[in-house]
């Protein structure tokens, strides 16, 4: 059997990390674990995301994959190394991607990153960015009610809307020219996003750049995918199977008709 790329999250987000591995390497099998039972991790104290992080790695060990994606940038920012000292294949995160696309992006060296309390506390994306430049500046702002309105698929509507104003009023203020979407659910509210901060702020989610690390390190490691088989790939969720099955399906649109999906309960998180 073809080994998979195993991805996990809190819930829906990291499916904006799948979808561009979908796109960029189409013969890969996805193993997914939507964690939407015990979403959202932000607030959770670190001690629990890294306990609730190596219960999906070890359920997902059983499937024996080739690489581990933490696609959410909370558990990359508390867990990661915790996941890289206890498994024997690659683990990528989702931080370090995003902070070399924007980098990459800036002009004026003025970078603002929003996402859940737990990944702005850690200091993460500021620490990934100053390796890059040390001398860029960074405005840091947490967003906790980003996550619930992803979750309950609600991205475009009056409350999304006020929400996402009131949340980045205090950004629209500074002189940033690059956003860092430093959760993995927040692509799913580009459109908000970008009506609210302005064409003069360019967006940056981590999905594509990770998406590219993933593909190196799997062509170092001579572990592309071999066969022209069709990928059979696996979504679970620990929570509402329909509403996380609708905003997959909705999500990921032909990419995911292209090829075959099974869909599971694991018994993890309830």
Same mark, same amino acid.
């Given at each position: 059997?073809?080994?998979?790329? %195993?991805?996990?999250? /809190?819930?829906?987000?990291?499916?904006? +990390?799948?979808?561009?591995?979908?796109r960029q390497l189409p013969r890969e099998k996805i193993l997914y674990f939507g964690d939407t039972a015990r979403t959202p991790?932000?607030?959770?104290?670190?001690?629990?995301?890294?306990?609730?992080?190596?219960?999906?790695?070890?359920?997902?060990?059983? $499937?024996?994959?080739?690489?581990?994606?933490?696609?959410?940038?909370?558990?990359? %920012? +508390?867990?990661?190394?915790?996941?890289?000292?206890?498994?024997?294949?690659?683990?990528?995160?989702?931080?370090?991607?995003?902070?070399?696309?924007?980098?990459?992006?800036?002009?004026?060296?003025?970078?603002?990153?929003?996402?859940?309390?737990? !990944?702005?506390?850690s200091g993460a994306y500021e620490q990934a960015l100053r390796r890059l430049s040390p001398h860029i500046d960074v405005v /840091?702002?947490?967003?906790?009610?980003?996550?619930?309105? +992803?979750?309950?698929?609600?991205?475009?509507?009056?409350?999304? $809307?006020? !929400?996402? %104003?009131? *949340?980045?009023?205090?950004?629209?203020?500074?002189?940033?020219?690059?956003?860092?979407?430093?959760?993995?659910? $927040?692509?799913?509210?580009?459109?908000?996003? /970008?009506?609210?901060?302005?064409?003069?702020?360019?967006?940056? /989610?981590?999905?594509?750049?990770?998406?590219?690390?993933? *593909?190196?390190?799997?062509?170092?490691?001579?572990?592309?995918?071999?066969?022209?088989?069709?990928?059979?790939?696996?979504?679970?969720?620990?929570?509402?199977?329909?509403?996380?099955?609708?905003? %997959?399906?909705?999500?990921?649109?032909?990419?995911?008709?292209?090829?075959? +999906?099974?869909?599971?309960?694991?018994?993890?998180?309830a």
């Amino acid at each position: 059997m073809q080994q998979a790329i %195993a991805l996990l999250d /809190s819930g829906v987000g990291g499916l904006t +990390v799948v979808k561009e591995v979908m796109r960029q390497l189409p013969r890969e099998k996805i193993l997914y674990f939507g964690d939407t039972a015990r979403t959202p991790y932000g607030p959770r104290p670190a001690e629990e995301i890294i306990r609730f992080t190596r219960e999906i790695v070890d359920y997902l060990a059983q $499937y024996q994959p080739k690489m581990i994606v933490i696609a959410c940038n909370t558990a990359t %920012a +508390v867990a990661l190394e915790d996941i890289r000292s206890r498994v024997r294949i690659p683990v990528v995160g989702v931080i370090n991607p995003g902070a070399r696309a924007a980098i990459g992006r800036t002009k004026s060296g003025h970078i603002g990153v929003i996402g859940t309390e737990g !990944t702005i506390k850690s200091g993460a994306y500021e620490q990934a960015l100053r390796r890059l430049s040390p001398h860029i500046d960074v405005v /840091s702002r947490a967003c906790p009610q980003f996550v619930p309105l +992803v979750e309950a698929g609600n991205f475009r509507s009056s409350v999304t $809307y006020e !929400t996402v %104003a009131r *949340s980045l009023a205090p950004l629209k203020r500074s002189p940033i020219d690059c956003l860092i979407l430093g959760c993995t659910h $927040y692509p799913f509210l580009t459109e908000t996003i /970008s009506e609210v901060m302005g064409p003069s702020v360019t967006l940056i /989610s981590s999905a594509d750049e990770t998406a590219r690390e993933i *593909s190196t390190i799997l062509h170092e490691n001579n572990l592309l995918a071999g066969s022209d088989e069709v990928p059979v790939h696996q979504f679970f969720c620990s929570g509402d199977s329909k509403k996380f099955q609708e905003i %997959a399906q909705s999500w990921l649109g032909e990419q995911i008709r292209l090829t075959p +999906v099974v869909w599971q309960v694991p018994n993890i998180g309830a």
